[in-house]
DNA sequence: ACTCCTAGAGAGCAGTGATCTCGATATAGA
DNA sequence: TCTATATCGAGATCACTGCTCTCTAGGAGT
């Protein structure tokens, strides 16, 4: 794994990875707007100006978190998936969405850098959009898997406005062509309802109302489980 | 309207509208971790400890805009709904969630302020989440005259995990004792998902698939007003 | 006319992100 | 093995932040 890194290239990673720790460490405490290079540096035993070696910036320390997260959740889904065989399509489908659930539980900050409001200055690099779409397309595997094996249940069709079908169509040529317009508006209907929910929860605006959420969280999983058609 | 208030009073109260109004402007242009006290002084002419005669804190202020803010989005909701004839359900549905989604648009940094990550240091006083129901009453308010007036279509009986179902009890015995859990569940859900892809259209999620999201947003609400049992 | 009280000014403190310079040192090439 | 180079971390510094304290001018109420 290291094969061919120099002992300084080493160390650099090793203390890029654990600055990162840190800044997560202090994200579980307190939230992004409140870490603080200087106290990352501090908690380090080294000084401020150090750190400016390894990050430009804190913009940038936080873009590396926010891939980081996007990827952890993406891993979280795709292993969840894995443990489930491939022929139980709901079973994958539930699997897939606790399993984002219960990482956004367990890393709630890092959750909200990622679903939450963008941080000020976001930029979006083509590398977070990437990690980004890893779980949507551990759903549409499942789904995908589904129609292959006849296991879905067909949808009725529905009027779609002007423009949305087109950009259906584009999507479906992209990542899918075996799969219907319909069913791919209810995947993206069910991924923000789900989002929706983990947000709404971890948020606090289900205080009031469904709160503890885990119930609710199992009643959609399988109401949306429903709308795109697999048979329970 | 100001009767019985002396000068000093509407000096007071008009200036702590003007300080939320040059915070909601810098708000606008940098999102809240950049809302600077001392430069929402320099743009109104004082000196920031002046500020802190009408705000405690930083804090304040902020939850001061996010109250404002809530007020405002059930305000829109309301009005919007209210310039739909009473009979017209499914129109009034479509009018308030076309409405949040409008504001939203409008004011994405409010929105922000009060749908994405909340802010460091958050209390959500009681204030708050009075004002944030008030959108969700007045959905409910729809499927309320909806039922009385037997426009609702029944909705197929459903099995609910077992916490939820008490959950859902608790919140009809409370709002709307006439209308049944399935129909509550899917207010809720309605109201999540509907939130859900506000935030994902605002936050840059639905960049690279349905973006813009207008018909997306339609798509949704058409939906919705299917599954809540308001007919065409 | 007198007090009282409030709004605002100004100085100051501790903390922040960021930049620059300057030695120390590990690395790489001769 | 010696040396030139690139990297790293320290320290000082700058402009900025939230917040607190003290002080004064002047309007409000008697």
Known sequence: MNAGRTARERARAELTEEIKNEARRQLRI???AALSLRAVARELGMVSSALYRYFRNRDELLTALITDAYRALGAAAEQAVATVPAEDHRDRWRACW?????W???HPHEYALIYGSPVPGYHAPGDTIAAARRLVLVLLGVLRDGHAAGRLRP???VKLPGGLAGQLDAL???FAPELSRELFARLLSAWT???????FELFGHYVGSVDPSADFFAYLIEDLA???????
């Open 30 to 32: 307190e939230g992004p």
């Open 98 to 102: 606790h399993a984002a659930r219960d």
């Open 104 to 106: 956004a539980v367990a």
């Open 155 to 157: 949808l009725a069709r």
């Open 172 to 174: 479906i040529a992209e």
């Open 193 to 199: 309802q789900l989002f929706g929910a983990i947000s």
């Open 226 to 232: 429903d709308q795109v058609g697999l048979p329970a």
